[in-house]
């Protein structure tokens, strides 16, 4: 018995050692051990992100925000999408064949001139698209012999054995025609999908608004009969949205709205086919995940095969791609930059790319030193190891950076965060001139370079008004600047004294911060979320720029809930809110000062609930005009009656910094297309060759360890065969 | 004991309810349905009317807790509290607030955090016991007094410093393994060595510390003493009559553990990048999804209460004094 355990461990040790050897022998194939990925992906052609928060919504009728474009703007196509190197931002077509351009109409229905003076009272939108674009592989395509879709009858027993797309045996795909177009319009006002556009979208796009009772009536109806609930959108016509030939459909508008067109490249207007939907709706299908929100089906340049959000998304090229080129022209200096370098080369350049989970920022910075993602922003916990800033503020990667051969881009957001003054609270909001010095006078007190500087590691400029860089209306140098709270020095922009903020405070009647008609201290009421650590520092700045004018802030920090709920109601007096543009125009940034936009009064977007009626006027007349020197010249004057009024002080326009590998290539930020994906490329070879040298093992501090090991064991072990070797009389116990 | 065991189960139907009943009440002192609505409907351009709609189509535009409108047994049955969680005690935890098949999520998340959360038991286990075994046996000399010493700095350092300097460490400078991630089957061997070692390391400082205590107590008893004098060594005292008898404490510490392994742990699976339950709950709060919320702590008073049982089981079996009735 003894014999055959001894010679069944000696066998065990054979194998533990043979194993032993095969991972060393493995190891010193050059490859690193600390890389991620497997073995054959080292050679291919792939991409490697990551994302921090899994996607809430990939279905284009639901989907609205930045961490969900990532991966449906690679997989969609609406009709338009934005130059990737031009600027200002250019709409061009993408599965249309141009950009459409509105007749307009009276409201006897008589076609009117393009520069008329007249009320227009329809837009009509033609979209042509190019004949032949096909959808990536999908099951809900699949046909048998006969011609008959092979998943679009399941049962829910066939259904229970499968768990992934890939598991369905079988693909197929057809072109695209216009009715997918319509049908998604038609999605927006579907009851079970709870688009976020169809509020807005209602009043502009003719009948959607019937569209949504008619369809609710519908599924209500179809909810009596029980299971297999398709609401079959086909079956019910919307006024505004048709195909009028197999390439073209029509979308009628209520007046002019010119911001369609750039709605239009939005994943809310790309085609969604009926095929897919009968499929996603069949019974069983949704407990299984199999729905648009999780497998996307679409046109684009890549398609979704493998949706784990705890861990991993992959996309991989679409076979049935149509085919694009990388753009020959940009904007002065992108040849110099090699942005051009493969003008007209076919698109996509990447084969696959994989998005792995990364909540934490210090894992993430870590892996991208070491080669294992191409591309990465840049944390406050990382910048300083990145980014250096000079005596005079100019911002340069560190010479560890440089090294590594890494790359910085920055651009400024079109995006806006402000302080706001709630126009319906006694003390700070009205239009009295007392309550807009004393808003002026608090807008000069905060010094937001200071903030940026301290908060933002520089990453931000301030504003001078809600518009931001890159949106027409917005101006560079003296023209630019808030005269309110800034004057123009030596060529840039000096905010005013302090003292010029005091004698605003004086006028307003709050001389050394009290009330000169009570003699009781003012004392100011700032609502803000969170509250943990770090914000502390930043409250206690809030407090001080407050204090410079003698005021009192009393920071009242509550959960995003309450918070909300105070803004709906109108009982914040001062609070932060941002804004991140939908498309580049003037009037996706004005809206939110819009009277008719208010929050407690129309549960709108105008968190200050700002109403003043000459801006709303001014506000009409713009928001329908093209771009041109008579829209300018409103803006401005729109411009200079908000800066006047201050309901927001204008806070700053964030700065985003992005960090690329040298492997990595045509990286230029584009903050309004959500579709770059297609036009970036890789080098494998160079990005292997640098992981190799980047992360070879270190194992003498192995060795170090064990020899410490040994020297802590030998005395232990002394003092054991001592011990033991004594009497037990001697060992005295505790 | 069979008797025993299903009384137990009984006692746990209103603990079950209790639980559930104090989760939701929580839930709904944080969160009204209508924040709910809104964290999923999304920050721009929500209508009331959305509102409304999100929350009849979820059930969320009932009352909470006693429906004043309805008739009979329907003013509690037809009410949000009686709707989500009837469903709970068959096990049937639906779809997440944003559609999600919940069973699944579950199913799926469960494997990577039994992934390092086995290891770290069954290793912590090992390395914990032998640790306190050794300071046991040295005891009062100065290598006794050199490991107190180092376990007590080791357990007095946050578990996030672990992480990070292991990552750096290991990960970063030395280059052995992958920062963090995790792949599925044998690929997810190199990702698990990581959060292992460190979860280790920030173990034995307790775990030793107190293991140590177990076998001191021990130590200290007549029956020791008695082996000693008939002459045993103090390899066979330690291991074969200190080591079994002092396991009854320790098995009462791990046995409860055993089922909440597959509740995974938050910080480790978080850093490490590992997909497994422990960020399950912490996600579903940020999101406001009560049907995640709800239906995970279900699950882990369920895990709980049988690992109480085991617990008791357990005892029968490492200590013949003990009968359970």
């Excluded at chain 1, 797309?165 to 009715?179: I, P, Q, S």
């Excluded at chain 2, 721009?44 to 047994?73: C, F, M, S």
């Excluded at chain 2, 979860?199 to 003493?225: C, H, M, N, P, Q």
């Amino acid at each position: 018995m003894l014999k055959n355990i001894t010679a069944c461990l000696r066998a065990s040790n054979d194998k533990i050692c043979l194993l032993l050897l095969l991972i060393l022998l493995g190891a010193c194939d050059g490859r690193p051990w600390n890389n991620p990925y497997p073995h054959e992906e080292d050679d291919q052609n792939i991409m490697y992100s990551s994302f921090s928060e899994r996607p809430k919504h990939l279905d284009p009728a639901r989907s609205y925000s930045a961490s969900e474009y990532q991966f449906i703007g690679q997989i969609y196509e609406p009709p338009l999408q934005y130059h990737y190197l031009k600027r200002p931002y250019a709409l061009i077509p993408l599965t249309a064949e141009a950009v459409p351009h509105p007749r307009y109409y009276d409201a006897d229905g008589n076609e009117m001139p393009d520069d008329g003076d007249m009320e227009v009272a329809y837009s009509v939108y033609d979209i042509r698209i190019r004949p032949g674009i096909r959808y990536q592989p999908h099951p809900a395509f699949a046909k048998d012999g006969e011609g008959r879709f092979l998943y679009h009858d399941l049962t829910r027993g066939e259904i229970e054995s499968l768990y992934t797309l890939a598991d369905f045996t079988r693909t197929g795909t057809r072109e695209l025609v216009a009715e997918d177009y319509v049908y998604q319009i038609k999605r927006l006002a579907h009851p079970r999908l709870f688009s976020p556009i169809l509020g807005i979208m209602s009043e502009y796009i003719v009948g959607l608004s019937a569209y949504a009772k008619t369809l609710e009536n519908a599924y209500k109806a179809l909810d009596s009969e029980g299971e297999g609930k398709f609401l079959d959108l086909r079956r019910y016509a919307l006024e505004g949205v048709q195909a009028v030939d197999r390439y073209t459909y029509r979308i009628t508008v209520k007046g002019k709205y010119p911001q369609l067109v750039y709605w239009l490249a939005m994943p809310f207007f790309s085609p969604v086919p009926v095929e897919a939907d009968i499929f996603y709706s069949q019974p069983g299908m949704a407990e299984k995940n199999f729905t648009f929100d999780w497998y996307p089906v679409g046109t684009g340049p890549y398609y979704l095969t493998v949706n784990d959000p705890n861990r991993k998304m992959v996309m991989a090229r679409n076979p049935h791609f149509h085919g694009e080129t990388y753009p020959r022209e940009g904007e002065a200096g992108d040849a110099a930059a090699g942005l051009l370098s493969d003008a007209g080369r076919p698109l996509p350049f990447i084969d696959k790319v994989v998005y792995s989970l990364e909540k934490e920022s210090i894992p993430l910075w870590n892996k991208f030193l070491q080669g294992y993602y191409d591309t990465s922003g840049i944390s406050s916990d990382s910048f300083d190891q990145a980014i250096s800033i000079g005596s005079q503020g100019d911002i340069a990667l560190t010479e560890r950076m440089r090294a590594k051969g890494i790359r910085l881009q920055t651009a400024v957001n079109t995006s806006i965060f402000y302080m706001g003054f709630n126009m319906m609270d006694p003390v700070t909001g009205g239009y009295s001139e007392r309550q807009r010095k004393l808003r002026q006078a608090i807008s000069i007190a905060l010094d937001y370079e200071e903030f940026i500087s301290i908060f933002a590691n520089g990453r931000g400029i301030p504003a001078q008004g809600a518009i931001p860089p890159g949106i027409f209306g917005y101006r560079e140098g003296q023209d630019g600047i808030n005269p309110y709270v800034y004057d123009w020095i030596d060529g840039r922009a000096v905010r005013k004294p302090i003292e010029e903020a005091r004698r605003l405070l004086a006028e307003a009647g709050y001389e050394k911060g009290v009330d000169q008609e009570t003699g009781k201290p003012l004392v100011l009421y700032f609502d803000v979320t969170g509250g943990g650590p770090d914000d502390k520092a930043r409250m206690d700045w809030y407090r001080k720029q407050f204090q410079k004018l003698d005021i009192q802030l009393v920071v009242r920090n509550t959960d995003y809930n309450r918070f909300r709920d105070k803004m709906r109601n109108g009982n914040a007096q001062i609070f932060m809110w941002g804004w991140n543009a939908d498309y580049p125009d003037p009037e996706n940034f004005f809206f939110l000062l819009y009277g008719p936009n208010g929050k407690v009064k129309y549960h709108g977007e105008n968190a200050a609930n700002y109403d003043n009626p000459e801006f709303n006027r001014l506000f009409e007349q713009m928001k329908n005009m093209d771009n041109g020197p008579e829209r300018l010249r409103i803006i401005e004057a729109m411009n200079d009656i908000v800066r006047r009024d201050a309901p927001w002080i204008w806070g700053l326009h964030p700065k985003s910094f992005a960090l690329y590998h040298s492997w990595y290539h045509n990286a230029k930020p584009n903050l309004m297309a959500n579709n770059t994906l297609k036009y970036k490329r890789i080098d494998p070879v160079l990005r292997k060759e640098k992981r190799a040298q980047w992360n070879q093992p270190v194992l003498w501090p192995l060795g170090l360890l064990g020899l410490l090991l040994v020297a802590l064991i030998v005395p232990a072990v002394f003092t054991y065969i001592r011990r033991e070797h004594r009497a037990p009389a001697i060992r005295g116990e505790s | 004991m069979l008797a025993y065991i299903a009384r137990r189960l009984l006692y746990a139907v209103p603990i079950l309810i209790g639980v559930n009943l104090i989760t939701f009440m929580l839930f709904f002192i944080v969160n009204t349905p209508d924040d709910m609505a809104r964290m999923h409907l999304g920050m721009k351009h929500v209508t009331p009317q959305a509102i409304e709609k999100w929350k009849a189509e979820r059930g969320y535009d009932k009352p909470l807790l006693y429906n004043e409108e309805a008739q009979g047994l329907s003013t509690f049955t037809d009410t949000i509290f009686f709707q989500k969680s009837v469903r709970l005690f068959a096990f049937d935890f639906g779809l997440s607030d944003d559609g999600r098949d919940i069973g699944h999520d579950i199913y799926q998340r469960m494997w990577p955090s039994l992934a390092i959360a086995v290891p770290i038991l069954v290793f912590g286990l090992l390395t914990n016991i032998t640790v306190a075994m050794l300071l046991a046996f040295f005891r009062a000399t100065y290598i006794d007094v050199t490991g107190v010493i180092m376990l007590v700095a080791l357990m007095s350092i946050s578990s996030l410093f672990y992480i990070i300097g292991g990552q750096y460490v290991i990960g970063k400078l030395l280059h052995l393994v992958p920062i963090s991630g995790y792949d599925s089957g044998m690929n997810a061997l190199k990702f698990i060595v990581l959060p292992v070692l460190v979860a280790l390391l920030y173990g034995i400082g307790s775990g030793g510390r107190w293991y140590r205590t177990i076998f001191l107590e021990e130590i200290g008893k007549d029956y020791v003493r008695t082996a000693r004098a008939k002459g045993l060594s103090e390899r066979l005292v330690l291991f074969r009559h200190v080591l079994k008898n002092a396991m009854i404490p320790i098995l009462t510490g791990v046995v409860v553990l055993l089922p909440l392994l597959f509740m995974g742990s938050l910080i480790l699976e978080s850093f490490f990048g590992i997909p497994g339950l422990g960020s399950y709950v912490i996600d579903a709060i940020q999101a406001q999804d009560f049907a995640i919320v709800r239906s995970m702590v279900f699950v882990g008073s369920v895990l709980y209460i049988i690992g109480l049982i085991l617990t008791d089981i357990s005892y029968t079996l490492v200590d013949p004094r003990i009968r359970l009735s």
